[in-house]
């Protein structure tokens, strides 16, 4: 039993040379001669949420060899303007929608700033409904194709592009959050080739929009919710994660990550961010 028992350990003490050795090969990763999981400090960003009780001011290393991803908002992040007005506009070219209904998405659009979130998807649904209830689902994806290619694939910041590649080289999965509605946010999706995409969901039976938006509408404090669906879903720990975003509404989705950056920032999420010590983007400018 002795020998036994002195081979288990020679065998143990290999393994654990051999774990210490990939562990140094790890970004970040300091080498860790005592006993039990090795430690490193944590992001040391204020994400504007409040500490758990009794969080640790250590981070075991398993969590390094966890997924990160990079979660982005689309309008006025990755492009300098409002998607969906443009869209609604080529519509109206179309003749897809009539000129009541574009002016009825104009002024709304001028006066959402004051609404409040559960105001917002109600204009949302709104205009949805309005705008769309009966069309055919195939003439309306052709037409964002369409707009796509002509106005918003050439306004993408260059820099939007230069974060996502560089996001992906170092292993992160990217993930587009909007409010946009799916017709317009598909198509970024499959051009900068993202893993995955949460939109404001049109309902389509039959091939033709319904006017109804499946689930609730993608802004907020529910894009927040989505990130985090996504992270326990796909195993990604939102500690070393990171979120881009313009507006103030987006500070619910940038809290949810360790590493949040406000892009082109409007004045109260420029003063949130501020506040708390986050970085701070200027794209296109």
């Keep these: 039993m002795p020998a036994k028992s002195g081979g288990v350990a020679a065998v143990c003490a290999i393994l654990w040379g051999k774990i210490r050795g990939k562990l140094r090969e790890l970004p970040h990763v300091a080498s ?24 640790a001011s250590r981070i075991p290393i398993r969590r390094y060899l966890m997924k990160s991803a990079a979660f982005f908002d689309l309008d006025k992040t990755l492009l300098p303007f409002s998607t969906e ?16 209904q574009l002016l009825g998405v104009l002024l709304a659009y001028l006066r959402y700033q004051r609404l409040d979130e559960a ?27 369409q707009v796509f290619r002509e106005v918003f694939a050439p306004a993408i910041h260059p820099e939007a592009r230069a974060v996502i590649a560089q996001h992906r080289a170092e292993g992160r999965a990217v993930y587009l959050v909007s409010a946009t509605v799916d017709a317009v946010a598909d198509c970024f999706a499959a051009h900068l080739e993202v ?3 949460h939109a404001t969901t049109l309902e389509v039976v039959a091939g033709r929009f319904t006017g109804e938006v499946v689930g609730g509408v993608c802004y907020g404090g ?15 720990d939102l500690a070393l994660s990171h979120a881009y975003g313009d507006s103030y509404e987006d500070r619910y989705m940038l809290a949810a990550v360790g ?11 420029a003063a949130w961010a501020g506040e708390r010590g986050w970085n701070l983007a200027r794209w296109g400018t």
């Design 222 to 236: 529910a894009k927040a919710g989505i990130v985090r669906e996504i992270a326990e879903r796909e195993g990604i």
């Design 32 to 55: 860790h001669s005592g006993a039990g999981p090795a430690c490193v400090p944590p992001p040391a960003v204020d994400n504007g949420l409040p500490a758990p009780d009794g969080a």
């Design 119 to 145: 105001g917002y998807a109600a204009m949302k649904r709104g205009i949805v409904r309005d705008l769309l209830r009966g069309k055919s689902r195939a003439e309306i994806a052709a037409v964002a194709e």
């Design 195 to 197: 893993d995955g995409c």
């Design 259 to 269: 590493y949040p950056v406000a892009v082109n920032p409007d004045r109260r999420l």
């Design 85 to 100: 007005k443009r869209f609604v506009q080529r519509l109206h070219a179309r003749k897809l929608v009539g000129l009541r």
